[in-house]
């Protein structure tokens, strides 16, 4: 197993009073290493691309002061990487600071690691905002790429994670494509903040439609093959596949150790933007009763008629075959595409916005399947054939399985 350190970087937002030039001061103090396992070189680059986010950061001037450790009681802050509320205020008084970034680092992986952070309010002592979860590669570009969104999110955007392209939370090195189909986007879709999951949610227009194999199917199986007419409540549901990241922020597990109850000793995908995997129902369930209880509203598992629904785009539905075109390769990871997961999100929409519905990690649903005491799965995977990609198509998993190749996403009921 890998070793896991843990990095704590103490970064002082020092302001002045407010300069002549009407730019805010920000310095920052040497990265603390509790455990000592950190490279001079990792903790050099780390501090030297905040400053230099900082400083791109209008309004905001990051520098580093050699002298820093001269500050009274600075070099306490810098052992112990622990800051109290009375410290904090102190700090303040005697820098000018506004005030305090405390960010945790640990490694993600032998190339990354991932960065939290919360900005604390001098005058308070309060955490005035946190961030999502960043992992920042240990090459300098995208490093400095990390710090600069990680800056952008605490600096620009207090209690909220930065909305790029296409209206989901992304690190910027990661791109969205340009889609072929303009989605219908309802002015009710919100964003879940509760507990810093950042999920968009997506509403439905409730409707009617004909369920299992229609005409632009084929290859259909025979679960698929009684077509019924449908009437659906209007609901909204999740525009990604539940990320790692908002996993962690929920569940508080991270893929390494949800693999590791589990006998396969695999990742196929590993990072906060990709889909939380090696997920049984009955947990899928349980990420959906914690949220439901933190937010009071009704968050749960598509039923298999509403997920189809979705997938194939609603009262917008363009009839396509798989979800939001009749080319697999548009929309979905698949098997001849690359055997492994994708972040959430890189492959084109389907008519409501709605990513990833065909492809990626196939999908748990609340229903039974019918057979073998099983719970239905929908979407398809990576490593399925176009086949099971299609919007009608369906499979079944025990619910007590953990897969590297099932996921899930949530609904929620109005």
Known sequence: MRKV???????????????????????????VDKSGSVSYGTKLLLRQSVTYAITQTPGYEGYNRVDMGQMLGE????????????????????????????????SYDAEHIVILANLVNVETGQIENSSIP???????????????????????????????????????????????????????????????????????DGGEFMMGCTGEQSD????EMTVKRVNIDG????????????????????????????????????????PMYYVNWEEAMEFCRVLSKKTGRKYTLPTEAQWEYA???????????????NSPENIAWYSKNGFATHPCGEKEAN????????????EWCIDWYTKDYKRSRRGGSFEDGARNCRVSNRSSEYPNSRSYNTGFRVVCIP
């Open 134 to 204: 960043v992992v920042a590669g240990l090459d300098p570009e995208d490093m400095a790429k990390s710090c600069s969104y990680l800056a952008e999110i605490l600096l620009n955007k207090p209690g909220r994670a930065i909305t790029l392209s296409g209206g989901s939370t992304r690190n910027p090195h990661t791109t969205k494509p340009s889609n072929s189909i303009q989605p219908v986007r309802s002015d009710k879709n919100y964003m879940e903040t509760a507990l810093g999951v950042d999920m968009e949610m997506v509403w439905v």
């Open 311 to 325: 997938a194939r785009g609603g009262i917008a539905s363009d009839g396509t075959k798989y979800a939001g075109s």
């Open 220 to 223: 259909c199986r025979e679960d």
């Open 75 to 106: 070099h306490e802050f810098q052992r112990t990487g622990y800051v109290s509320d009375s410290q904090i205020k102190k700090l303040g008084e005697m820098t000018g600071a506004a005030y305090v970034l405390i960010a945790e680092a640990a």
């Open 235 to 274: 609901f909204y549901i999740g525009m990604l596949e539940v990320t790692q990241a908002q996993w962690m922020a929920v569940m508080g597990t991270s893929l390494a150790q949800q693999k590791d109850k589990t006998s396969n000793r695999k990742t196929y995908g590993m990072g906060l933007e990709y």
């Open 351 to 362: 008519a409501l916005g709605i990513f990833d519905m065909s492809g990626n990690v196939a």
């Open 5 to 31: 350190f843990t990095l704590v970087m103490l970064i002082i937002f020092s302001v002045a009073a407010v300069a002549q030039n009407g730019v805010k001061r920000v310095a920052i103090l040497e990265t």
